[in-house]
């Protein structure tokens, strides 16, 4: 009885972090979309992980956190090259060509994808009940894609589709090397070992075509890089940790939804009939798979 509560308590916490992990990371997209109206892709893409990472390394000073050892070095590789290189650089391309809220259904799919990495890469069981609601809401969003882009994938469609491929990977990591660093450490170490390869694309991009930008884009940039590529970490991965990246992953099919709003409210985007029912298919999966078992290894 006693582990019995423990686990569902250990899974509602997770939640709870994962839920703010997520609605720090449903601005990204609107806000992406509006940084690259004046800043190259790159700068936006990449740009925003150098920002990070100079807020990363003051923090990890005055905690005064040891170097981690080797063995954690190639985790740390991949989640650079899936949450911090991969995601915000093709996604910043993608911004260019299409409404943030049609990029928010389309990356309604990451969750399936972080499961399924949790199960390859980390043991983790879901249960068949799972991977039914997971399916049913990814199944949905590729729908609405297909209807969006008249039966077709768009070209800048499959640039979110492959950054949802390396954010999975990356979310996934990070949410099990949590358990050991902590979920904060996570993502400041990864921005520090990820400056020393970002910092000349950017700086040569900057060189060329210079920073001038609105104040709206300056906000866009700031947002993604504040508190999309680091304060929306602290909770997102420390969620993963404590509740389980398959289970605590498909919170995530809220963002969907809650970027819609916002790309309504900042970007004054048209809010479909066929967006509204979308979202509420994916959210009625999450409400679903949150009571299936998974087993955790």
Same mark, same amino acid.
């Given at each position: 009885?006693?582990?019995?509560i423990?686990?569902?308590?250990?899974?509602?916490?997770?939640?709870?972090?994962?839920?703010?992990?997520?609605?720090?990371?449903?601005?990204?997209l609107?806000?992406?979309?509006i940084?690259?109206t004046?800043?190259?892709?790159?700068v936006v893409?990449?740009?925003?992980?150098?920002?990070?990472?100079?807020?990363?390394?003051v923090?990890?000073?005055?905690?005064?956190?040891?170097i981690?050892?080797?063995?954690?070095?190639?985790?740390?590789?991949i989640?650079?090259?899936?949450?911090i290189?991969?995601?915000?650089?093709?996604?910043?391309w993608?911004?260019?060509?299409?409404p943030?809220?049609?990029?928010?259904?389309?990356?309604?799919?990451?969750?399936l994808?972080t499961?399924?990495?949790?199960?390859?890469?980390?043991?983790e069981?879901?249960?068949?009940g799972? &991977?039914i609601?997971?399916f049913?809401?990814?199944?949905? +969003?590729?729908?609405? %894609? *297909? @209807?969006e882009?008249?039966?077709? /994938?768009q070209?800048a469609?499959?640039?979110?589709?492959v950054?949802?491929?390396?954010?999975?990977?990356?979310?996934a990591?990070?949410?099990e090397?949590?358990?050991?660093?902590g979920?904060?450490?996570?993502?400041? &170490?990864?921005l520090v070992?990820?400056?020393?390869?970002? +910092?000349i694309?950017v %700086? *040569? @991009?900057?060189?060329e075509?210079g /920073?001038?930008?609105?104040?709206n884009?300056?906000?866009?940039?700031?947002?993604?890089s504040?508190?999309?590529?680091?304060?929306?970490?602290?909770?997102?991965?420390?969620?993963?940790?404590i509740?389980?990246?398959a289970?605590?992953?498909q919170i995530?099919?809220l963002q969907?939804?809650?970027s819609?709003l *916002?790309s309504a409210?900042?970007l004054?985007?048209?809010?479909?009939?066929l967006?509204?029912f979308?979202?509420?298919?994916?959210v009625?999966?999450?409400?679903?798979g949150r009571?299936?078992?998974?087993?955790?290894?």
């Amino acid at each position: 009885m006693g582990k019995n509560i423990t686990k569902i308590n250990h899974e509602t916490i997770g939640l709870i972090y994962g839920f703010f992990g997520v609605l720090g990371f449903s601005g990204t997209l609107p806000a992406t979309r509006i940084a690259v109206t004046n800043f190259d892709p790159i700068v936006v893409g990449l740009g925003r992980a150098v920002i990070a990472a100079a807020f990363a390394i003051v923090l990890l000073r005055l905690t005064r956190q040891p170097i981690p050892h080797r063995q954690y070095w190639k985790s740390l590789g991949i989640i650079v090259g899936g949450v911090i290189i991969g995601f915000p650089l093709l996604s910043a391309w993608a911004m260019q060509q299409l409404p943030a809220s049609h990029g928010a259904i389309v990356t309604g799919i990451l969750p399936l994808a972080t499961a399924i990495v949790a199960t390859f890469r980390m043991g983790e069981k879901p249960s068949l009940g799972f &991977w039914i609601a997971s399916f049913l809401g990814s199944t949905t +969003i590729v729908t609405f %894609a *297909l @209807i969006e882009g008249n039966g077709t /994938i768009q070209f800048a469609d499959i640039f979110l589709i492959v950054a949802v491929i390396a954010a999975a990977f990356g979310y996934a990591e990070g949410g099990e090397l949590a358990k050991t660093l902590g979920g904060w450490q996570v993502i400041c &170490w990864a921005l520090v070992f990820s400056v020393p390869i970002l +910092i000349i694309p950017v %700086a *040569l @991009i900057i060189l060329e075509k210079g /920073i001038s930008a609105s104040l709206n884009a300056w906000l866009g940039f700031g947002y993604v890089s504040i508190i999309s590529m680091f304060l929306g970490f602290f909770a997102w991965y420390r969620g993963l940790a404590i509740g389980g990246i398959a289970r605590v992953s498909q919170i995530q099919l809220l963002q969907p939804f809650l970027s819609i709003l *916002l790309s309504a409210l900042f970007l004054k985007e048209k809010i479909t009939y066929l967006m509204i029912f979308t979202a509420i298919i994916v959210v009625i999966s999450v409400a679903i798979g949150r009571k299936q078992p998974i087993q955790i290894n």
